[in-house]
Nanobody, 117 residues
């Protein structure tokens, strides 16, 4: 199994940028397809994006495509979410998650991102 810890959340003005990090420990990190999710107050958790095991491919929700970038560094057991052109509707708790056998099995505790207008 793998343990995940997010960091980097905070308060930012609309139009600004923020970078989130997710540190993994435990199992071999490169074995895991990694995803980022978010949950706003009163809403369901939603998919933000994902990165394949080697980092060669990334996938994004339409709502963040062109603004957010996911990357990973397997040597450092890290996955990142760079968020640009932030909007108030991006306000949420952001989670990283590790996918096993087709489902996201391991989750971090989340980090709050607040975008002020």
């Amino acid at each position: 199994q793998v343990q995940l810890v997010e960091s980097g959340g905070g308060l930012v003005q609309a139009g600004g940028s923020l970078s989130l990090s997710c540190a993994a420990s435990g199992d071999t990190f490169s074995n895991y397809y990694m995803g980022w999710f978010r949950q706003a107050p009163g809403k369901e958790r939603e998919f933000v994006g994902a990165v394949t095991w080697s980092g060669a491919s990334t996938y994004y929700a339409d709502s963040v495509k062109g603004r957010f970038t996911i990357s990973r560094d397997n040597a450092k057991n890290m996955v990142y979410l760079r968020m640009n052109s932030l909007k108030p509707e991006d306000t949420a708790v952001y989670y990283c998650a590790a996918k096993v056998a087709g489902s996201y099995k391991y989750w971090g505790q989340g980090t709050q991102v607040t975008v002020s207008s």
